[in-house]
């Protein structure tokens, strides 16, 4: 990507992720059911060692914590230390089996070599410049015989929970400063994998998960859009008021087509790989 800042891109991200991290939070009840489901592709197993990247709240680094036993360790890295801190502070009573929080960029990895069992990502990967990198640092960091569970979301017409929101921002705002990879750009699976092949993985398993989403109005689905991209997030906090109300007017006019019932529906496409090294 031409004139791409990637450390700039990484600053806005944190930026972005810090701020929304505690209503990330409370909307990721909604993914709940997807999270779970990667989860049980991952199968995590009594003592293992699992490292979930771009934890973001920790929820998925909590379900996996339940499964291995006291005898196993989860350790929860992100590069927003406000979203690690959202999910200990929700997480302190529960006391999974150990559970290590980390603030690190996935791409370059404060971890030995061959130290984890499992890595899970969870619509993680897609927010990194350089993905390949990322995964060369898992490979790194796994066992020989270790494995990685993530998810993406789909190509950008199947993802309506998404698509919708930025097609209102192309439209109205000029192109961002900081030029974004596309979040859909693994969504196809022969894509997805050949990234995970070209990182060295061996048998990869990649299935559709659909993610279903219901919004009482327009304004909840902007508000739920805003909840989940940090990045956007960041960026549309700095418009003037009146610019970031005219987004969400064009939010509702796109949205008809979701329309349902007294509210709006989107279903979503998400793909859930299995790699091993
Ligand atoms: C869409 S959220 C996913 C969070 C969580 N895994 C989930 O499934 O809800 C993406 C996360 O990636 C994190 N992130 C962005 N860039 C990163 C990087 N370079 N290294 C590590 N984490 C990063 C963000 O801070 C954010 O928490």
């Not at 350790?75 to 150990?98: F, N, T, Y």
């Not at 030995?112 to 060369?136: E, H, N, Q, R, Y």
């Not at 015989?145 to 698509?163: F, M, N, Q």
């Not at 940090?230 to 006019?253: M, N, S």
Request: net charge negative; hydrophobic share 50%; aromatic share 6%.
């Amino acid at each position: 990507m031409s004139g791409f800042d990637s450390e700039r891109f990484k600053a806005n991200e944190r930026a972005g992720f810090n701020r929304i991290a505690g209503r990330y939070l409370a909307g990721a009840a909604a993914r709940q059911a997807l999270q779970q489901a990667l989860v049980e592709l991952a199968a995590p197993a009594p003592g293992e060692r699992i490292l979930d990247l771009a934890s973001g709240p920790c929820l998925l680094a909590a379900d996996a914590a339940a499964r291995i036993g006291d005898g196993g360790l989860v350790v929860a890295s992100d590069i927003a230390e406000a979203m690690l801190a959202c999910g200990r502070d929700a997480l302190a009573h529960e006391a999974p089996a150990p559970m290590v929080y980390c603030a690190a960029d996935a791409e370059t990895l404060p971890f030995a070599d061959d130290c984890f069992d499992l890595v899970t990502i969870g619509l993680g990967l897609f927010i990194l410049p350089d993905p390949s990198a990322a995964l060369a640092e898992v490979r790194r960091v796994l066992v020989a015989d270790g494995r990685v569970a993530l998810s993406v979301w789909g190509p950008a017409d199947t993802v309506p929970l998404i698509s919708h929101a930025q097609a209102c921002i192309a439209r109205l705002l000029p192109p961002p400063r900081v030029p974004r990879p596309s979040v859909f750009r693994f969504g196809e699976a022969p894509v997805l994998a050949r990234l995970l092949g070209d990182a060295g993985f061996g048998t990869t398993d990649i299935t559709d998960y659909r993610l279903d989403c219901r919004f009482a109005d327009a304004g909840d689905y902007w508000q739920a859009f805003l909840d989940l991209a940090g990045g956007a997030a960041e960026a549309i906090a700095r418009l003037p008021e009146a610019v970031g109300r005219e987004l969400a007017d064009e939010v509702a006019r796109d949205l008809q087509p979701c329309r349902d019932g007294d509210g709006y529906a989107t279903s979503n496409r998400v793909l859930l790989a299995l790699a091993h090294k």
